[in-house]
T-cell receptor, first 116, second 115 residues
Framework: AQTVTQSQPEMSVQEAETVTLSCTYD???????LFWYKQPPSRQMILVIRQEAYKQQNATENRFSVNFQKAAKSFSLKISDSQLGDTAMYFCAFMKIDTGRRALTFGSGTRLQVQP | DSGVTQTPKHLITATGQRVTLRCSPR?????VYWYQQSLDQGLQFLIQ???????AKGNILERFSAQQFPDLHSELNLSSLELGDSALYFC??????????????FGPGTRLTVL
């Protein structure tokens, strides 16, 4: 079974600064996907970024980028130029590539507060 | 707006009762997933359907069941409810591309409170 660990329950950052959220995972699989989802106070789950394990290049989406270290089983999220709207819970998630099963395994989340 | 709709938004019921949560996937998505978010267990995968057929099960209790209908909407049935079933229940949908390249888009969730 896969496990996902987010060791930072809460983090705080000043507006316009950069913050990095950590995520580690444990798996014996070689092919999988990793995701960061954002859950603002509205409780909606919003995809932030995804990374295919077979790709060495780190994914980026505007102000969001990841540092994917496959050997270390580490998948951190960097948020640049933090904005007040980035205040949310952030969940790291793992998905094994299977012919039929596409279940997401989530970490416990990191609550990010962006301070004005 | 993800395009996934869930009804109702809120549900308050008593222990021992049965409820049905409904989900309509995004247009074109064939696969539906149900997740439970609770304070105790975090976000957990419950069950997955693809084009009407069950594809995967997670930590779903025997008191819970689900199905996906020919029009692709899905229902999650929760019976003999207990206080611990109080949670936010999410439905997600995806196209289901080969190789797992699809993305799951989440609905707004149904907040279930069992009193």
């Amino acid at each position: 079974a896969q496990t996902v660990t987010q060791s930072q329950p809460e983090m705080s950052v000043q507006e316009a600064e950069t913050v990095t959220l950590s995520c580690t995972y444990d798996t014996s699989e070689n092919n999988y996907y990793l995701f960061w989802y954002k859950q603002p106070p509205s409780r909606q789950m919003i995809l932030v970024i995804r990374q295919e394990a077979y790709k060495q290049q780190n994914a980026t989406e505007n102000r969001f980028s990841v540092n994917f270290q496959k050997a270390a089983k580490s998948f951190s999220l960097k948020i640049s130029d933090s904005q007040l709207g980035d205040t949310a819970m952030y969940f790291c998630a793992f998905m094994k590539i299977d012919t039929g099963r596409r279940a997401l395994t989530f970490g416990s989340g990191t609550r990010l507060q962006v301070q004005p | 707006d993800s395009g996934v709709t869930q009804t109702p938004k809120h549900l308050i019921t008593a222990t021992g009762q049965r409820v049905t949560l409904r989900c309509s996937p995004r247009s074109g998505d064939l696969s539906v997933y149900w997740y439970q978010q609770s304070l105790d267990q975090g976000l957990q995968f419950l069950i997955q359907y693809y084009n009407g057929e069950e594809r995967a099960k997670g930590n779903i209790l025997e008191r819970f069941s689900a199905q996906q209908f020919p029009d692709l909407h899905s229902e999650l049935n929760l019976s003999s409810l207990e206080l611990g079933d109080s949670a936010l229940y999410f439905c997600a949908s995806s196209v289901f591309l080969a190789g797992g390249r699809d993305t799951q888009y989440f609905g707004p969730g149904t907040r279930l409170t069992v009193l």
